[in-house]
């Protein structure tokens, strides 16, 4: 079964939003995410992008869909209306499914938010976490499970500081 990654930006308290938005705006941490989440390992191959319904509402309109992948939106509403290139899922597992066996994905990354993270950690095909360590306690709302504790850090980069705030980015991986 071909693995997917999760990439999320959490403060302290794994906090990841707040009042349906993010509690934090960061233009290296934003141009991180494109990167990471647009940059197929393959040429040809474009990544796909997995988020809720209330992860997508909370991209800015003039933003969406997120350009260069392919986005999946995850709603048991069948009414939603979504743009005809935005796949819709009533579920991880199925949303899952079919991207897995398409040729023409590269990675799958799942931005968000909380109860698909929480789904998505303990699949035994989610591989790797690239986390956004933003430095502070924002009150936030919604939270990334700490389940993610059970992966190995593989890797930590220098803080940046940006605005006033300091983060720095992280890569887990599945032990074993």
């Known amino acids: 079964m071909p693995a997917f990654s ?6 302290d308290k794994l906090g990841i939003g707040k009042e349906g938005g993010l509690p934090w705006h960061l233009f290296g941490d934003l141009k ?21 319904r209330k992860t997508w509402e909370s ?3 003039k933003f969406r869909p997120l350009a260069g992948r392919l986005n ?15 796949l819709r899922f009533s579920d991880l597992e199925r949303a899952l499914e079919c991207l897995q ?15 698909i993270f929480e789904t998505a950690l ?6 790797e976490l690239f986390i956004t360590r933003v430095r502070g306690d924002f009150s936030c709302d919604r939270f990334l499970p700490d389940r993610f504790m059970d992966y190995q ?8 500081k940006e605005k006033g705030y300091v983060y720095h980015f992280e890569h887990y991986a599945r032990p074993g």
């Open 32 to 52: 991180y995410f494109k990167n990471m989440t647009t940059l197929a390992v393959l040429p040809g191959k474009q990544n796909a992008v997995v988020m809720g």
């Open 72 to 86: 999946v939106v995850l709603s048991r509403n069948e009414g939603i209306r979504l743009p005809a290139e935005v």
């Open 101 to 115: 066996s398409r040729s023409d994905l590269g990675k799958i990354f799942i931005i968000g938010g909380a109860e």
């Open 6 to 11: 999760i990439i999320a930006a959490v403060d």
């Open 122 to 127: 303990i699949r035994p095909d989610c591989s």
């Open 59 to 61: 991209i800015p309109e």
């Open 153 to 160: 850090k593989r890797s930590q980069f220098q803080p940046v």
